[in-house]
């Protein structure tokens, strides 16, 4: 029965969207939705900024709505108040339906460290604070949902290499020197393996905040074992502070134990992850 559902997939085109896209078609029936231009077969088109979701779930008996689109980082080119305005209607849309959302790490200012679900967000950025009103709006006006929260989300989406460790790996084989923070404590996990996860999630009954993330590690250390497992030597990586005004979280690692019970997934090592992935 649960492998009928229609599901209705926002940001099917991006970074975490084409490989989720997969997982959620391994498991039902997938819709996936474009903006500008479909990458996949009868995908639909949806712009969050001008149209009116309720008609597409309708039109196309939605059942579940997985929200996976970065909404939260576009609304300075639109304006705090309008993206406000946005979000209650795409979730008025759609509130009928089981509602997914991928949120972010970037919730938390990063004083604590270790986040459980049950913590309260204090976000410190722009960024953040969209977040925290997507999850508040999707808390407020759904009775079926599922906050996903991931951190630093790295490795192969469709045998596609992150734009991120892409660009350190050129800069280093171009003998360039590059430094990152190694105190700025993150929670890093395989892109196929938040995929995994999130359609674990999309298709069980859980109702609430699910963290799923890696375990915590340094910038500094993640890209020293990113580099090393792609086959460049690192001799030209520094580890550096972060100084006391520097307007970022410090340490925004996730509890991820909720996420090992429901769903049994071990996050895999950052160096045996792009091993893996590399190989298929």
């Not at 997985?66 to 300075?76: L, R, Y």
């Not at 999850?135 to 192969?156: A, D, K, M």
């Not at 045998?159 to 171009?174: G, H, K, N, W």
């Not at 003998?175 to 359609?199: C, Y």
Request: hydrophobic letters at 40%.
């Amino acid at each position: 029965m649960q492998q009928q559902r229609r599901i209705l997939l926002l940001g099917s085109a991006g970074y975490l969207g084409r490989t989720l896209t997969a997982h959620l078609q391994a498991r039902g029936y997938v819709i996936p939705t474009h903006r500008s231009q479909a990458r996949f077969a009868g995908s639909q088109r949806y712009d969050f900024w001008t149209d009116d979701i309720s008609s597409l779930v309708e039109q196309q008996q939605i059942a579940t709505v997985v929200i996976a689109a970065n909404m939260a980082a576009a609304h300075s080119t639109y304006g705090h108040a309008f993206f406000k305005q946005r979000v209650e209607q795409l979730v008025r849309g759609c509130r009928q339906c089981r509602v997914i959302y991928i949120s972010s790490d970037g919730i938390f200012d990063g004083e604590q460290g270790h986040y459980s679900e049950s913590d309260i967000p204090v976000p410190m950025m722009p960024y953040g604070r969209n977040l925290h009103y997507f999850e508040e709006t999707v808390r407020r006006l759904c009775t079926n949902y599922c906050i996903i929260r991931p951190s630093y989300l790295y490795g192969y989406s469709l045998a596609q290499l992150d734009p991120r460790l892409s660009r350190v790996r050129e800069q280093l084989l171009a003998g360039e020197r590059l430094a990152f923070f190694d105190d700025m404590i993150k929670s890093p996990m395989d892109v196929n393996q938040v995929a995994e996860a999130v359609a674990f999630l999309t298709y069980s009954e859980y109702i609430g905040i699910v963290h799923v993330a890696g375990e915590a590690l340094s910038v500094y250390d993640f890209y020293r074992a990113a580099m090393s497992s792609l086959g460049v030597v690192s001799g030209h990586l520094n580890a550096i502070k972060m100084s006391l005004d520097f307007p970022h979280p410090r340490d925004t690692s996730l509890d991820i134990s909720l996420m090992k019970e429901l769903t049994k997934i071990e996050p895999l090592p950052v160096y045996q992850a792009l091993q893996r992935q590399n190989k298929t």
